[in-house]
């Protein structure tokens, strides 16, 4: 009975934490179509037309969803060794997240609305897809934000002078009869403008407001490239810092944990 039961825990493990197996890669192509179709529910279900029209079967299928996310929790609590180790993990708190608002709300009504939570579920395709090698090159990215700091704060604290000018100066010149009835809402529209969105809910009327509006766009299209170019160039110079240089061909490998060239296969020096 032992043998049984052990055998039986040891296999369900291979399946749905192994990935090498037919029945495990199977598991993963089910569970990847589940969640997306678990997301298209919760995405549909927002419109009040199709929510209204088809509402027992929207909510049947929801029901289905957490059934089967809530035997693979209970299977994966199971199945696993350590179990508070999978439980405080990040994908076991993801997959607890993706039911809990939903048993919750049988008995807080006011906590239904955290259903749309379980769209949580798609973080575990990182998992499924074995993303999470991508994830690791992030950290040039990272480096690069992280050395451009001071640059940025020093650009966000210009802008926001610049926000903060041209929104007074707005208010004084438009004034409330145009719209720009204080200085935070005249704030909002140098902000709308200097990002070049122009939303078209408040615009000046003067010429000397349509001037400096004007003016705020022409800096607006400027200031879009300054972050991009400094980002940038702090990214390039993280690369060449974590850049390795094979002593044989001289060519260059971007990843700080490479053994080899890449273009020539030679053991790199460390």
């Known amino acids: 009975m032992n043998s049984s039961y052990k055998c039986l825990k040891e296999r369900l493990a291979e399946i749905i934490f192994g990935t090498e197996t037919k029945a495990g890669k199977i598991f993963d192509v089910i569970l990847v179509i589940v969640i997306l179709s678990n997301s298209f529910l919760v995405v549909i279900e927002s419109v009040d037309s199709i929510r209204h029209e ?10 289905f969803f957490i059934a089967i996310f809530t035997i693979e929790y209970l299977l994966r609590v199971w199945v696993v060794d350590n179990k508070q180790s999978y439980i405080l993990s990040f994908y076991g708190i993801i997959d607890l997240l993706a039911i809990l608002p ?8 006011q906590l239904r609305f955290l259903v749309v939570i379980r769209i949580l579920r798609l973080l575990r395709l990182f998992s499924i897809l074995k993303m999470g090698r991508y994830i690791s090159e992030s950290s040039h990215l990272l480096l690069a934000l992280k050395a451009s ?3 940025i704060t020093v650009f966000l ?4 002078f610049i926000i903060l000018i041209m929104g007074s100066l707005m208010y004084i010149i438009e004034g409330p009869e145009n719209g720009f ?3 935070p809402e005249s704030m909002y529209w140098a902000v709308v ?7 078209g809910d408040i615009s000046p009327q003067t010429p000397i407001g349509k001037l400096f509006s004007g003016l705020l766009m022409i800096v607006g299209y400027g200031i879009i490239a300054v972050p991009t170019g400094i980002i940038s160039h702090e990214l ?3 690369s060449k810092r ?3 240089i094979c002593n044989s061909c001289h060519g260059r490998t971007y990843y700080e944990d490479d053994k080899f060239c890449s273009k020539c296969g030679k053991m790199l020096n460390h």
Request: no cysteine; proline share 5%.
């Open 149 to 151: 700091r001071p640059k």
């Open 54 to 63: 088809y509402e027992l079967i929207l909510i049947t299928l929801g029901w």
């Open 236 to 238: 390039a110079q993280t």
């Open 102 to 109: 939903v048993y919750l709300g049988l008995f807080i009504p």
């Open 242 to 244: 974590n850049t390795k």
């Open 157 to 160: 604290l210009t802008i926001s």
């Open 193 to 199: 403008t200097v990002s070049t969105v122009g939303y």
């Open 181 to 183: 009835v204080s200085i």
